[in-house]
């Protein structure tokens, strides 16, 4: 023991948190002679026969690589592959705790694109699934992108799409709290990031009224000349208002913030929201605005953190995507099936709906079976499922 161990995050991190065990006993040479050579070479030789074995005779349909190149962890930043292992096998713990998903962290020393690609895209055949990780912004966008068109397994870059997930099920909840829809609610997104993207990409797509997204220079809008490929579209298929300025300016009258970018916003913008308003600050560890001060004027408040009521947690949604779509083999998780995910994990929350309640607990038992049916189930429907 050393002195870092009087601390319990390191007295439970010490010797890592995940091991790998055998599924088969090995009791004799009669089960060694099945599990390894000579009866292991009858199974390898039918899956280089017919590839499509390896789903029913090797661990590679129920296992996910979680691969992370350290450049954007938690709210730690860049602190490379080495220091981002503790929070890679986290998530891998996080898989199997909700989901019974076994998943590896593969934690890569190279931030090149090309290099990432070309790494995951060499591993690939070993998983089930990749759960990209903590990989900046903007190049988590063309990492993601490229892997999904090399590889016929799911990508699943958890940092963009677990969030906007959880962010849709909590804010159709929150719109069904105040009678309203989506597509009544002007939203102000601060942050355009990854998980500031996708919470974007994926509230157009559920139809919400308007929306504008803000980055450190301010309101993003068709008028600016410092955007790079992603802003610009995002600049064109948001802000219908044709706002500009400040986070705050645009907060005026507006129905939603949505905050995922470490910034601060004043007591007095949120007084000056609609009424009924929604706050989701969800900076971690420090909140956008406090959230009592918030609550003060907002319908309802929610937050990233475990200490308030309506959490934000990404892990209300990745175990259970995966799962659903390791169980049918899905060959790439679409649209479809994350707004589906989002769709079942708000009507866990049913009839107890309240202000303090509009998203369950990662604890809630009947999440995970949830999320796991609806995108099996739309997996189906779109096509894309193999079983």
């Known amino acids: ?70 450049t954007a962890v938690l709210g730690l930043g860049d602190i490379g592959p080495a220091a981002a292992m503790p929070v890679m096998e986290g998530k891998a713990l996080l898989f199997k705790q909700f989901a019974g998903v076994d998943a590896v962290p593969v934690c890569i020393d190279c931030t090149d694109v090309d ?74 997104v601060a942050g355009a990031g990854a998980s500031g993207v996708a919470v974007s990409r994926i ?19 068709t008028g600016r000349d410092d955007l790079n490929q992603v802003k610009r579209a995002l600049a064109r298929d948001t802000n219908k208002a044709g706002l500009a300025g400040s986070t705050e300016a645009a907060l005026a009258g507006a129905d939603v913030f949505v905050g995922l970018s470490g ?53 209300l949604a990745f175990p259970g995507v995966f799962r659903g779509a390791l169980d049918v083999r899905a060959r790439t998780i679409t649209e479809n099936m994350k707004v589906a995910a989002a769709e079942a994990l708000a009507a866990v929350v049913g009839d107890d709906l309240s202000e303090s309640y509009v998203i369950p607990s990662p604890f809630d038992a009947r999440v995970a079976p949830a999320v796991i049916a609806a995108v099996a189930r739309q997996a189906r429907e779109d096509g894309v499922a193999r079983k």
């Not at 988590?140 to 799911?154: S, Y």
């Not at 009924?276 to 969800?282: G, N, P, T, W, Y």
Request: proline share 5%; net charge negative.
């Open 1 to 70: 023991m050393t002195s870092l161990d009087l601390d319990p995050a390191f007295a439970l991190h010490r010797g890592g948190k995940l091991e790998v065990r055998s599924t088969v006993p090995v009791r004799d040479a009669g089960d060694l002679s099945l599990a390894y050579t000579p009866g292991v070479a009858r199974v390898c030789t039918a899956i280089a026969d017919n590839p499509d074995l390896v789903n029913d005779y090797t661990w590679v349909s129920n296992v996910v690589a979680v691969v992370s190149d350290g």
């Open 203 to 221: 509230l157009l797509n559920s139809g919400i009224g308007d929306i504008a997204v803000a980055d450190s220079k301010g309101i993003i809008h």
């Open 263 to 315: 910034s601060t916003i004043s007591e007095l913008a949120v007084a000056g929201m609609a009424r009924d308003s929604i706050v989701f600050a969800l900076s971690n560890p420090t909140p956008e605005v406090e959230p009592s001060v918030a609550a003060r004027y907002a319908r309802v408040v929610a937050t990233g953190r475990s200490d308030h009521p309506n959490q934000i947690n990404n892990v």
């Open 115 to 188: 290099a990432i690609v070309e790494t995951v895209v060499r591993l690939a055949p070993s998983f089930g699934g990749v759960n990209l990780e903590d990989i900046s912004a903007p190049r988590c966008f063309e990492v993601e992108d490229r892997l999904r068109a090399l590889l016929d397994i799911p990508v699943f870059h958890d940092d963009q799409h677990g969030t906007a997930i959880v962010v849709l099920a909590a804010l159709r909840n929150a719109a069904r709290l105040t009678g309203r829809s989506l597509g009544d609610l002007r939203a102000v």
